[in-house]
């Protein structure tokens, strides 16, 4: 049972934006902190942006000033605003919760930064 799945991503050229969505279930909404992990190719998986239940927000260095997490409790749903995107930021971005479990791995959604 798919209880995350993220979209939004797409082809971009650098400096410019993107927004992706992660709709959960209400119960994982509800009760956990929650994050935004990339997979960049031949790169391990790592955690960009992170919110926690309370709304506290926290960003890998890469991306401060850059990213922006947020959830919306209506809609269960997790955002990423990227803005000022840059080739590097070219992965496979993924929600889950933080810390990531494994059963809640989706198909995750390719973000391509062109220089």
């Known amino acids: 049972q798919v209880q995350l799945v993220e979209s939004g991503g797409g082809l971009v050229q650098a400096g410019g934006s993107l927004t992706l969505s992660c709709a959960t279930s209400?119960?994982?909404?509800?009760?956990?902190?929650m994050g935004w992990y990339r997979q960049a190719p031949g790169k391990q998986r790592e955690l960009v942006a992170a919110?926690?239940?309370?709304?506290?927000?926290n960003y890998a260095d890469s991306v401060k000033g850059r990213f922006t997490i947020s959830g919306d409790g209506a809609k269960s749903t997790v955002y990423l605003q990227m803005n000022s995107l840059e080739p590097e930021d070219t992965a496979v971005y993924y929600c889950?919760?933080?810390?990531?479990?494994?059963?809640?791995w989706g198909q995750g959604t390719q973000v391509t930064v062109s220089s």
């Open positions: 889950n919760t933080n810390p990531a479990q494994l059963r809640f």
């Open positions: 209400g119960s994982i909404f509800r009760f956990s902190d």
């Open positions: 919110i926690t239940r309370g709304g506290t927000t």
